[in-house]
């Protein structure tokens, strides 16, 4: 799985959240009751998260500049692996913190009905019951921070 270049993203973004779709999704329809469902919906759609995708392109610090500042390193895309699950070869993307890392397992499980037999992250972010889906997520991410030891707060 790889971006269209190295600083593209949106055709990716457009393609798993969208699904494609020149149509309103559902989430644009929906009113979610709590603050909270609605900050970690939204977040996860603009690819605000603290997955690997997203920190690596600013991460760490490089070298000093010329006028003293420290400029930022860029990891690579595909060194920026899941750090959840230990898989060295899986980046730690939209669609394996979604639907691939096994450390998530048994939340997918729990929230059958958000994620049921959805294979892609359009099919499991277009769902009509989006409170669900905000609730499934944060789930995913409080057991992501517990196991990083990064405090989860939407």
């Known amino acids: 799985r790889t971006a269209p270049g190295a600083d593209v993203w949106y055709s990716t973004y457009r393609q798993w959240v969208q ?43 490089g070298e000093v500049n010329e006028d003293g500042s420290r400029g930022t390193r860029r990891i690579p895309r595909d060194q920026r692996t899941c750090k959840v699950c230990g898989n060295t070869h899986a980046v730690e993307d939209l669609k394996h913190f979604l639907l691939e890392c096994p450390h998530y397992a048994q939340i997918r499980s729990r929230w059958s009905n958000v994620f049921g037999n959805h294979t892609t992250p359009a099919a499991v972010l277009g769902q009509a019951n989006q409170a669900k889906l905000a609730r499934a997520v944060c789930d995913m991410l409080y057991e992501r921070g517990r196991k990083l030891g990064i405090p989860w707060r939407p």
Do not use: I, Q
């Open 19 to 61: 699904g494609g779709a020149e149509t309103p999704t559902p989430h644009l329809k929906s009113f979610l009751e709590y603050y909270k469902d609605k900050r970690t919906l939204a977040r996860l759609r603009v690819s605000s998260f603290p997955l690997r995708v997203c920190t690596g392109r600013n991460e760490g610090s």
